[in-house]
């Protein structure tokens, strides 16, 4: 038997972590072609720390609670059946919600635990990895051989993209700041970590190749690294912007990107439909889930935090003081 009620966390107002306050709401029913997850562990991500500042909404239809992935059981089933059975253990990548004892999802977003792994680390998965696969092999079209720079390497979509570009055979190369994170970068999988706040990445990169450059780069920082990320790329080379730390507007000299016939692209994952998710879903399922069955590859794990302490993890998240995933415990 389902309980009536579930606690949750609300943003009772955009702000600061403080908006995030304990509620009490109805168990959501899981419409035709979901599922209802009771949640062990949710990742935390930065759309999280956006949506609660007010600058990244629910699209229409999801729960206006935090949280876009969980790891957790399969409590009940929608009209129409799925292929998932109520009890199987599965980590989601969900539109909303996940900071809450129950979750509901499309089917066909869930993905079985790797071989060996818990709920923290099944919850710390799904954003990540379904974001650097997208961005990555499927826009950016990565190939085994070919060099590879993502900035940020020491968060959780960088310590990700640098473990998948590595083990599927790229020449891997990242920013972060500091020592320690470059430190960690390293021992991930990059050839090269460059310390940004030390080192020009522009000239390190220039060195490195040889004056080839990169093929494809993984842009989470926008404004000016626009311009210098495209000093760093190689002929035909791919850029793949997700996010605009130092804004989205600037300036552009559009002369090399003809003469070097690049592409510059990007996207948003949570606004996609169900189905182009459930395309990624499968493409992680067959290349990347055996991976991390394996051991070859995995999420890094920075804290835990109860659910009743997300304003905490939020403020850890906003420090950039740690390195890989923040997961709450449900």
């Known amino acids: 038997m389902l309980p009536d ?20 709401r109805p168990v959501p029913v899981p419409r035709a072609g979901e599922v209802l997850i009771k949640v062990a562990a949710a990742g935390i991500n930065r759309p999280d720390v956006l949506q609660r500042q007010g600058a990244y909404p629910a699209p229409p239809g999801a729960s206006d609670l935090p949280g876009l992935e969980v790891a957790g059981v399969i409590a ?34 869930c993905l079985p635990l790797p071989n060996g792994y818990g709920m923290v680390q099944a919850a710390a998965l799904p954003e990540t ?34 473990q998948l570009a590595h083990a599927l055979g790229a020449k891997v190369f990242s920013t972060a700041s500091g020592p320690a994170k470059c430190k960690a970068c390293a021992e991930l999988g990059a050839d090269r970590a460059i310390d940004y706040t030390a080192e020009d990445f522009v000239e390190v990169i220039k060195a490195e190749t040889g004056g080839k450059g990169v093929d494809v780069i993984l842009d989470m920082v926008g404004g000016d690294y626009l311009a210098r990320n495209i000093k760093c790329l190689a002929a035909d080379g791919r850029m793949v912007s997700i996010a605009f730390l130092r ?37 992680l399922a067959a290349t990347v889930w ?13 804290a835990t935090f109860p659910l009743a302490e997300a304003a905490e993890a939020h403020r850890l998240m906003e420090s950039n003081a740690h390195i890989g995933k923040i997961v709450l415990t449900v």
């Open 247 to 283: 804004g989205s507007s600037t300036e552009l000299n559009l002369m090399p990107v003809m003469l070097k016939r690049l592409t510059l692209t990007g996207s948003t994952l949570r606004p996609q439909s169900n189905d182009a998710k459930a395309r990624m879903a499968q493409g």
């Open 290 to 302: 055996p991976l991390l069955s394996a051991g070859r590859i995995g999420p890094v794990i920075h």
């Open 76 to 109: 009940a089933i929608g009209e129409g059946g799925s292929s998932a059975k109520v009890g199987d253990e599965v980590c989601a990548l969900v539109p909303g919600g996940g900071y809450a004892e129950y979750c509901t999802v499309d089917a066909r977003l």
């Open 5 to 24: 009620g579930m606690i949750c966390m609300e943003i009772s107002a955009p702000g600061g972590p403080e908006v995030l306050k304990p509620a009490r």
């Open 129 to 162: 990895f379904f974001t650097v696969w997208h961005n990555v092999f499927e826009r950016g079209a990565l190939k085994a051989g070919e060099r590879f720079l993502v900035h940020g390497g020491a968060g959780g979509i960088g310590t990700t993209a640098i």
